[in-house]
Structure formats: C-alpha cells, structure tokens
C-alpha cells in the first residue's frame, strides 16, 4: 500500500499546527505541501507567522524523510514562500522537479503581507516495482474576484497538462505502465473548464482521469473549521488519478487537519 498526503498548510496559521507536524505527516510515503515558508532562522517578522516551516518539518522527519522545497516568491526579508515535497527515505522516489504554470518566477512580494508571484506544480517518480506513479502537487492561481472560470486559469491549466506530459517522456518505462496521482489546492470549484480541462485529458487514460473526491461522501468540501464561513464556497482541492487507478485507489478528507484546508490522504493498493 502505498499512502500519499496533498496538504494546504495555511503558512501555519492554525492554532497547534506546530505541534501537530511533529507527527502528522508521519504516516505518508510521499506528501505534497504548499503555502510553506523557509528561511533558516526564526528572524522576528512583520508578515509571517512561521518564516522557518520548512525547517521545522525537515528537523522533525530528518530520520524518516526527506524534504525538497520549491520556491515560488520571496520577501524583501529573505523568507521564501512555495512547494514542498517530503518522502520517505524507503520509498523509491526519483528527479523531483518543479515548474512554474502561473505568474513570474523569482519576482519579490510585491506588499509586506505575501502576495504569491507565480503558482507552481512539483512533481516526482515513484518506483512501485512493475509500475511507475508520476505523483504531482500544485498551488493554482487565486483570484480576489473568486473561482471562475477566465484566460489566466485556461492558461494555467494548459501548462499543468504540458508538464505532465513532459515528465512522461521523461522515464524509461521499461515495459512497466505509468500512472499519474495530481493534486493540491487548485483553487477551482468542480464544475470549472479550467478544471476539465486537466480532467478530461487523455495523459489519464482514454475516458480521463478520475476525479477523487467525486468518489466520496461530500468529497467537494475541502475546508475546515478554520475556514471563513462567509466565503462563497468550501470548494478548492481536488485529487485526480489515472483511470487505471479507479478500482485501487481511495480518498480521506481530514477536516480535523490545522489549517483552513483539509488534509486530503490518498491510499494506493501496490
């Protein structure tokens, strides 16, 4: 069995996210985080809380995973802000790369308060034996005006397609099949384009891929406690996986997680 984790950390805001990562990523073999920051001291700050997050993770699974950061924006203060991507030193996972689907790369907070400059996907192989899995995670563009379909995500969801099917060129399958596990915080609702667009794509399989949440009892809520009640809706991450994965593959959504977004874990049978 091979156990995945997709988590929107919310930079640490929740009440006892500190003391839940020492343990709570704990189970997953391979995890895709995203509004992480890092920086290598815990320099006093004015707009974030928890400016060495990725720090703390890396110390606290230093002996049973291992931690790759990807950076999207960084502060005026040094503190970066993206991706993060940890796996389990006895989980076989191979060339970890990230890209850039939304914005500018390298470009500073343009206020105090963060402000993302690009929105990116990290992505890695996993050695399943007779398999490959290419598991991504991404951060999608947010927009103030709220989660509709406009060029920006078109676009966007064009180059999550791109670089998926690139990294598929990428490995010797050695006769062995591929499977493709995307998620993260699309910042989509389900019945988006931008969204179908990535879904219906046949790099999952000749019918697409398979939306997990719809596979589960009020599988579009994503949110938790911690989230504003008065938002639009609680709608915004979403896992897919290759057709082939329909019948070996299951889906939990911890809303009990720290953090204004679930914890979305995925199970896949080996």
């Keep these: 069995m091979l156990n995945l984790a997709f988590f929107n950390t919310w930079e640490g805001n929740a009440t006892g996210y500190r003391t839940w990562l020492k343990k709570g990523y704990k189970q997953y073999d ?42 999207s924006a960084s502060s005026s203060q040094g503190i970066d802000y993206g991706l993060a991507l940890l796996h389990r030193f006895g989980c076989p996972v191979y060339n970890i790369q990230s890209e850039v689907i939304h914005g500018q790369a390298g470009a500073y907070w343009v206020r105090p308060r963060m402000i993302t400059s690009c929105n990116q996907i990290q992505s890695a192989w996993v050695d399943l034996g007779r398999e490959w899995l290419l598991f991504a995670n991404t951060h999608c563009l947010w927009q103030k005006s709220g989660k509709h379909d406009c060029v ?23 006769g062995k099949p591929i499977h493709v596990v995307l998620g993260g915080d ?51 991450d979403f896992v897919l996986v290759s057709e082939t994965l329909r019948e070996r593959s299951s889906l939990h959504i911890d809303r009990a997680a720290p953090s204004d977004h679930a914890l979305m874990s995925v199970k896949i049978e080996t």
């Design 30 to 71: 391979v995890i895709g985080l995203s509004e992480v920051h890092s920086h290598p001291k815990p320099t006093p700050n004015n707009h974030v809380s928890f400016p060495n997050q990725f720090e703390a993770i890396v110390k606290n699974y230093l002996n049973t995973h291992r931690g790759c950061f990807a950076i």
């Design 152 to 174: 920006e995500r078109d676009s966007q969801s064009a180059r999550i397609v791109n670089h998926l099917e690139r990294r598929m060129y990428e490995v010797n399958t050695q």
């Design 186 to 236: 699309f910042n989509m609702i389900r019945r988006l384009r931008a969204l179908e667009a990535v879904r219906s794509h046949d790099l999952f399989g000749q019918s697409g891929a398979v939306v997990l949440n719809d596979t589960v009892h009020d599988g579009l809520d994503t949110r938790t406690d911690w989230y504003d009640t008065n938002k639009e809706t609680r709608q915004a």
